[in-house]
């Protein structure tokens, strides 16, 4: 390796996790090509040191020091492939920020994703949650995802098939550590109808039709109902839906319902989605905080470090939430982040 490439030390990630936690990389690098993320992988087989491959870090609880190297990915790339008159496919590099390709897509007036704006992260990350907000989910759109196989170290292209998509879940999050995703292809329409059936989404557009809307307009709406119940990282430190949505089987919805006619659920095929938000708050947690940490007062998915606390504080705090859910409605809440260290 190169002297230019060798690796910081002792690196604080406390301004790369958008929880703002403190945590120390033993090393660090930035990579900006498939050449220097192979540097940077030999380097670490080399020295025989771990390694954790971050994005913008919206995704991860730091629970301690990283005790490795920690790769930040930086690929850079964004253009247009098989250009016809009802769609085009999108190519971004993994570094590429999610939410600038969001809008850069809607305003060249290509639809596909604009439900997603605004949720944090890379594009390389975006697979691996198969992320989705407002009835959309990545896989809608993805065609393929390039990545690094680290068991053959050969760069392999795989389909949307072949990446197990599901609900918030993928290859990648069921293989953690053996992709590392360097470029994604999404194929976007023209003329695809917009997805505009979600309740938050209907009632901010009011009126308006999908013949009086194009995909750039429901980003912004978007945008401004995201605005509205979630805080923004930079001001608040979170990693946006701290938990899944619960699926539960149909009888144990019906056994829920008639405990709590409440209950808000989503029917499914054989299955309901449950809404997380309404068990965290029927729970008594929206708005909790302690000394450091605590649930946002707008939507109780949110867990949020207000005074300095430690990723180990908001693992806690989860902790206990997830506990109190599982006495009063007998449902297991799934973490959606990612824990390292500790």
């Known amino acids: 390796m190169s002297q230019q490439a060798e690796p910081q030390e002792n690196v604080q990630l406390k301004k790369l996790n958008t929880l703002c936690v403190s945590a120390m990389a033993k090393f660090y690098m930035d990579v900006a090509s498939l050449n220097e993320l192979r540097l940077a992988l030999a380097w670490a087989q080399e020295k025989g040191q771990k390694t954790l491959v971050l994005g913008s870090g919206s995704n991860l ?7 490795g190297l920690v790769i930040r990915m930086q690929i ?9 008159d009802t769609g085009a496919t999108l190519v971004l590099g993994a570094g590429e920020n999610w939410h600038d390709a969001v809008l850069y897509a809607a305003g060249a007036g290509y639809r596909g994703i604009e439900n997603l704006a605004l949720i944090p992260g890379t594009a390389g990350a975006a697979p691996v949650q198969n992320i989705g907000a407002y009835g959309v989910e990545l896989c809608d759109t993805l065609l393929s995802v390039t990545a690094l196989d680290r068991d053959s170290n050969r760069l392999v292209c795989l389909d949307n098939s072949e990446c197990g998509f ?10 953690p550590g053996r992709y590392i995703i360097t470029e994604i292809r999404l194929r976007l329409s023209r003329t695809k ?16 039709t999908a013949q009086d809307l194009d995909s750039l307009t429901v980003a912004e709406a978007v945008m401004a109902v995201r605005r509205r119940k979630l805080p923004d990282p930079e001001m608040i430190p979170n990693v946006g839906s701290f938990f899944k949505n619960p699926v539960v089987p149909v009888e144990q919805f019906n056994e829920l319902q008639a405990r709590y006619p409440n209950v808000v659920g989503y029917p499914q095929s054989n299955t309901v989605k449950l809404a997380a938000a ?16 605590g649930v946002h007062n707008r939507q109780a998915l949110v867990l949020i470090n207000h005074s300095g606390g430690t990723g180990r504080d908001v ?9 109190s859910v599982q006495e009063r409605f007998g449902v297991t809440l799934e973490m959606e982040p990612g824990v390292v260290g500790g």
């Not at 965290?280 to 940490?293: E, H, L, T």
């Open 315 to 323: 693992l806690e705090l989860a902790a206990e939430i997830r506990k």
């Open 76 to 84: 850079a790339a964004r253009y247009w492939e098989q250009v016809d």
């Open 193 to 208: 109808p917009l997805q505009l059936g979600y309740k938050d989404l209907e009632d901010y557009l009011g009126d308006a």
């Open 278 to 293: 309404w068990l965290i708050d029927q729970s008594g947690w929206k708005g909790y905080r302690n000394a450091r940490v």
């Open 166 to 175: 599901a609900y918030r879940d993928s290859l990648f999050k069921r293989s």
């Open 61 to 67: 609880v730091f629970a301690g020091d990283f005790h």
